[in-house]
């Protein structure tokens, strides 16, 4: 079906570029793309997408990409481009499915913490590494973060400093007893085999030291994971409550510890600005569809492209995707080098990393709104992929805290708002 | 509160209409139909979810029990006998409670009411036609599903047809000694091609244009597969192809461009009130959520100046969106003030007015769900099928861009677009 596509040229200079994006392309045409449609049905089984994320990220060996090379992996978070390396994986798979690109992204966020230079915990790194080696299965890794009261608050630090909270982590000797309820984490619903989880130390208080980041497997007893939540889109990301009841860790799975945890943290809400890799590779699908869609169909006797009213919605959509993705990789060329921008948990770059996310997505699901109206009534069939990827795209939106957790993050940086 | 709870918010109250377009039997029949809307679908939605089954009942409920689709029919012929075009506020308050319910069972439902209207209102329509119909409206104890195939897009490989409004109809009709071939392929329905029992066409003929009325069991009547759409559960479609379709003379209609413009200004106003009916359903959720949850481990959602500026978008949004609507439906109602129906006058404002409604509703929706965040996008509160239904009815209708160039047509004389 796909007859051209100008965004699958190199967006940066790097010469591993085309190489990588290829591999992932050949995965995405020939595994998931030509499925995805049954994946709707397949959310709570979950048997047709493991099969096509086990062959992503356990077959091609991303599960271990950021591990360093004396533990077996790839060494990606000591090098000087992880962010970007990041951007080029994660474009490709959302242009073929957003759910699976959750579910890899979910492969390095939670990992960041103690895999990434300067911050690299050897002992941890150890201890966790041979889940993650293996190329015959695939292992899922979770961040913990959202409560039921409060939502994003947690994700709020700057403001918040943990205050609210309500996971609590017990020292008990040299284990930590962790209590809790999460909402929410990619990765969940049975699937996470090892799970970050943000906890405090101390109920109600608003220092950085009691913020506790501390990994949980999930195989021990006290850790419950619900059922995964019934969504409008993403259903290849799997999604539920957990719990922790009286769930015993060593003292050393703290990432960190006092201080240092919240730091780090900061460094992870950052990365989550790749979320817009995740919106431009959706809308590079979308491009690639109406292309044919728009060659095919008529309106008043001409085709849909050659219309001058619909090619001036075609030329804003374009537009969109060619500025958006010049900011998302314009951020991970930002965030990929901390000695020349300032480190990734500085308010700076988590501003900037909220701000580039929020224009990013609202374009994005704004222009995806636009090609599905060019479609008219086949706009909504599941047939031309264009409303999934509307419906998978609007979580992106959503999550990280939605627009105005984003909204007062980067203008309390920019404007140096003191009570937001 | 979660979906399944029955307290609703009364819209009337909290969103201000024109009341006094609208008798005491127009508010009863609203009543009823507020009644159905909270007992058989938002009392029973974690229940039922989108099963088809149970919306066809309740769907029977609401057109052959409160008798909804009997409504504008004439008394002489088994119909209620509220008058047309009066009975549009009266249809827009139904359809708004219907739409607070589910957008899908309004909106299959709305393309039968749109239907019968035109045929009532269209001079053109031969009595047979009217009788024949009025028995499937008004006799039957099951709902009739009429599927609509109207002028839309076309495909580059399609033989051409004639243009309607720069929309291209999808459908060509030709005499033939006693009687007339009926002849699409893969046409695309405006709901319902999957199940209808009956199909309304406008087709293309050697001069002019031919409404047809066939029955879904008539040879040479092939629906394709059923479509999986991204809402409007109701709404079973399919593209549907008819291959040498033999019509007799009763079943077929000469009409002209105002069958069509009648048509779809009937259609963008009921689609318009469901769409209306269903931000105000999202604001009750949303309301609900900005009562109870904190924020910053302190005030309560709805009391975060950043969250009641969007709050506020949402009520703006439908406070604006139902006086608009309200009024297409007064104009509607006075044709010797602002165009009779079936022409350029109302056939634009109808146009513009559910553009703009569809498009604030819309809004209305995405921004409580950037409020409730994750809850939202879940099927547990039942937002998200409204942003699902809303923007399938949306798309449905066609999108921006052939509105657009209808008005250009209309406001600027712009002929050749």
């Known amino acids: 079906m796909i007859k051209r596509n100008p965004f699958s040229k190199k967006i940066t200079s790097s010469p591993v570029e085309p190489y990588v994006r290829k591999i992932v392309r050949d995965w995405a045409d020939n595994v998931v793309i030509p499925k995805r449609r049954l994946y709707d049905e397949d959310w709570a089984e979950h048997v047709i997408i493991e099969r096509a994320i ?38 490709e798979v959302s242009r073929a499915d957003a759910g699976i690109c959750m579910s890899l992204v979910l492969c390095f966020w939670p990992l960041v913490m103690i895999t990434v230079k300067p911050h690299v915990n050897r002992r941890l790194c150890a201890e966790f590494a041979p889940l993650f080696l293996t190329d015959k299965e695939s292992r899922f890794a979770a961040l913990a973060m959202t409560e039921p009261q409060g939502g994003c608050d947690i994700e709020n630090v700057d403001l918040l400093h943990g205050k609210t909270i309500k996971t609590t982590a017990v020292l008990d000797g040299d284990e930590w007893v962790i209590n809790g309820h999460k909402l929410w984490p990619s990765n969940t619903g049975g699937l996470a085999d090892l799970m970050g989880v943000v906890c405090t130390t101390n109920p109600g208080s608003d220092n950085d030291d009691d913020i506790a980041y501390i990994y949980v497997p999930s195989h021990l007893d006290g850790v419950t994971q619900g059922k995964p939540y019934e969504k409008a889109g993403m259903a290849a990301d799997k999604n539920s409550d957990i719990w922790f009841e009286d769930v015993r860790v060593p003292s050393w799975y703290r990432a960190w510890g006092p201080g240092l945890d919240a730091l780090y943290f900061r460094e992870v809400m950052a990365l989550g600005g790749l979320a817009c890799q995740v919106c431009t590779g959706v809308m590079m699908n979308v491009y690639e569809i109406l292309y044919d869609f728009c060659s095919e169909k008529t309106l008043n006797g001409r085709p849909l ?27 991970a ?32 699901m704004e222009e995806c709104e636009r090609a599905m109206n060019i479609m008219g009534t086949y706009g909504a069939d599941r047939e031309w992929d264009v409303e999934k990827h509307w419906r998978d795209l609007k979580i992106v939106q959503l999550f990280e805290g939605g627009k105005q957790l984003c909204q007062m993050e980067s203008a309390r940086h920019f404007f140096d708002c003191a009570t937001l | 509160m979660k979906e399944g709870q029955s307290d609703t918010i009364n819209s009337n109250s909290y969103f201000p209409y024109p009341k006094e377009w609208l008798d005491a039997e127009s508010e009863d029949i609203a009543e009823s139909v507020r009644k159905w809307a909270d007992n058989e679908v938002i009392a029973k939605r974690l ?43 009266t249809l827009v308050r139904a359809y708004e409670e219907i739409g607070r319910a589910d957008p899908g069972i309004g909106y299959i439902s709305a393309a ?98 031919g409404f047809a009325v066939i029955e879904a069991d008539k040879k040479g009547v092939e629906r394709g597969e059923l479509l999986k759409t991204t809402g409007l559960s109701a709404s079973l479609n399919s593209d549907v192809s008819l291959r040498d379709v033999r019509l007799s003379d009763d079943a077929v209609a000469f009409v002209d461009e105002s069958f069509y413009k009648r048509l779809s200004a009937w259609m963008r106003l009921l689609t318009g009130s469901i769409a209306v009916g269903s931000a105000i359903d999202v604001y ?7 009562d109870n949850r904190v924020i910053k481990g302190k005030g309560l959602l709805r009391d975060n100046p950043m969250d009641a500026a969007v709050l506020a978008q949402v009520a703006m949004d439908i406070v604006n969106s139902r006086l608009l609507i309200h009024n297409l439906a007064r104009a ?29 509703c819309m809004h209305a929706i995405n921004r409580a769900m950037e409020m409730m965040g994750s809850a939202g996008y879940s099927k547990e509160w039942h937002v998200e099928k409204h942003w699902r239904d809303l923007k399938t009815m949306q798309v449905y209708l066609g999108g921006r861009t052939p509105v657009e160039m209808d008005v250009a047509r209309y406001y600027y004389g712009s002929d050749v677009l």
């Open chain 1, 54 to 91: 086990t062959s992503l990220i356990a077959e091609k060996g991303f599960q271990k990409a950021l591990f360093p090379a004396e533990f077996g992996g790839w060494n990606l978070g000591q090098s000087d481009y992880p962010a970007t390396f990041a951007g080029w994986l994660l474009e």
């Open chain 1, 305 to 331: 492209k050659e219309h001058d009213a619909i090619a001036a919605e075609l030329s804003e959509i374009v537009a969109a995707i060619e500025v958006c993705r010049a900011t998302a990789f314009r951020l």
């Open chain 1, 333 to 364: 060329a930002i965030l990929d080098r901390p000695d020349r921008y300032g480190q990734r948990w500085s308010p700076e770059i988590i501003a900037k990393a909220r701000a580039n996310k929020m224009f990013v997505a609202d374009r994005c």
């Open chain 2, 47 to 89: 229940q039922f979810r989108e099963d088809l089954e149970h919306q066809m009942r309740t769907l029977a409920i609401l057109a052959v029990d409160i008798g909804l689709h009997r409504l504008i029919w004439p008394e002489e012929i088994g119909g209620v006998g509220f008058p047309l075009p009066d009975a549009s506020s």
């Open chain 2, 112 to 209: 039968n009411i749109a239907l019968a209207a035109t045929l009532l209102e269209d001079q053109g329509i031969g009595g047979e036609m009217k009788k024949k119909m009025a028995a499937a409206f008004c006799d039957s104890e099951d709902v009739e599903l009429f599927s609509l195939i109207l002028p839309g897009l076309g495909d580059i490989n399609a033989k051409s047809h004639r243009i309607v409004s720069g929309r291209e109809v999808q459908a060509e009709l030709q005499n033939e000694g006693n009687g007339w071939i009926l002849r699409a392929e893969r046409a695309r329905p405006f709901n319902s091609g999957y199940n209808a029992s009956m199909y309304g066409v406008l087709a293309s003929l050697p001069e002019g244009l």
């Open chain 2, 284 to 290: 009750r959720l949303v309301k609900d959520w900005a």
């Open chain 2, 332 to 360: 509607m109602a006075k044709p010797g003030v602002f165009g009779i129906g079936g022409g350029d006058d109302i056939f634009i404002l109808s146009g513009v007015i559910s553009v703009r409604v569809l498009d604030d």
